[in-house]
């Protein structure tokens, strides 16, 4: 199935050992779900490796008899427009030292990532989920502007982890077109538990208030 665009990228930080997620008033994001929306200037790209892993032939009695595939190793590499100095800080694990500085301590925070994109209809989403893993960035650009301004995104790598809520697999796609599909489920299951606010009130009981 193709799918067209790129809606928005979710992220919750989540504890490293429960993966249960971390409220918004502990977590780096300030936030329990961050969406990266129009304050950041959205997500230009959220490109997806290593879904399914490599495949090693089985030959027996000169011919190809089998072949095993190698386990999963998903990775994002993602290039956000314009994300908030101490959010881009708290991604990667570096800590402000009170002082105007940022540095790691040697530990990196995890989180949980969800990527939507769309049928190309457009009337279905389509989510690609990871459940827990590690954002780094290896490399930092830095050009002289000249007649023109030369701007350096936030580019992100993260690497997914295993997820208890996706039986200890990587990752997990989600579709809204199937007649199953539940919004608050995938937020529970994504975001470490995340109630979301679906806006259902519920009726009182026989005889209560009304």
């Given amino acids: 199935m193709a799918i067209v665009g790129l809606t928005m990228v979710r992220v919750a930080q989540v504890d490293p050992l429960t993966q249960a997620i971390v409220p918004k ?16 200037f959205g997500t230009k790209t959220a490109n997806i490796t290593g879904i399914e892993g490599s495949i090693t032939k089985v030959h027996g009695n000169n011919v190809q008899m ?12 993602l290039d956000i427009n314009n994300l908030g100095f101490e959010i881009s800080q708290g991604l990667v694990g570096r800590l402000s030292d009170g002082k105007g500085g940022f540095v790691s301590d040697g530990s990196k925070p995890h989180f949980a990532v969800s990527i939507e994109s769309q049928t190309l209809d457009r009337k279905e989403s389509v989510f690609f989920n990871f ?40 990752y997990k796609y989600y579709f809204t077109g199937d007649k199953d599909f539940d919004m608050a489920n995938m937020y529970k299951e994504t975001f470490g538990g995340f109630k979301l606010d679906t806006g259902t009130v519920t009726p009182p009981e026989e005889g209560g208030n009304k």
Avoid: C, W, Y
């Fill in 66 to 77: 089998d072949a095993v595939v190698g386990g999963a190793a998903p990775a994002v590499a």
């Fill in 131 to 170: 459940g827990n893993g590690l954002f780094t960035a290896p490399t930092q650009n830095v050009g002289t502007d000249t007649e023109n301004q030369t701007r350096q995104d936030d580019n992100l790598t993260f690497t997914a982890l295993s997820t208890k809520a996706f039986k200890k697999e990587p």
């Fill in 25 to 40: 008033e502990k977590s780096v994001l300030g936030a329990d779900v961050l969406e990266i929306d129009e304050t950041f």
